[in-house]
């Protein structure tokens, strides 16, 4: 007698709509992740390979400007010549890119 049948019916079925205000929280989460999370890991893991990939001879941008030619690399840090007998040691994770690459040189059969 004092309940009412809107609350009857509001009562059973709890569960879905506790369900159905977590769904675009769930979906918010999924279009960050492949918009912003995804590019952003697979963009590190190439700068990764590419400064693993370093050796001497390599054209190289540092993530201030500056151009260079390797002269040596080390464990976690390479040597740059900016200008003709200047050679500066720069970490590795600050290489921002390699503008050219030396080949190696085929052997001859």
């Not at 059973?12 to 492949?34: D, E, K, N």
């Not at 390797?70 to 600050?94: C, H, L, M, W």
Request: overall charge positive; proline content about 4%.
């Amino acid at each position: 007698m004092f309940v009412t049948p809107a609350y009857a019916q509001a009562a059973g079925s709890g569960g879905t709509a506790a369900f159905a205000q977590f769904i675009p929280l769930i979906l918010i989460f999924a279009i960050m992740y492949f918009l912003m999370i995804r590019p952003q890991q697979k963009r590190v893991k190439q700068h990764r390979a590419m400064v693993e990939a370093l050796k001497k001879g390599d054209q190289i941008v540092t993530q201030g400007g500056i151009l260079g030619k390797v002269t040596s690399v080390r464990d976690d840090e390479v040597e740059v010549e900016i200008a003709t007998g200047v050679k500066v040691r720069v970490v590795r994770a600050t290489i921002s890119q390699v503008l050219s690459r030396t080949e190696p040189v085929a052997a001859n059969n």
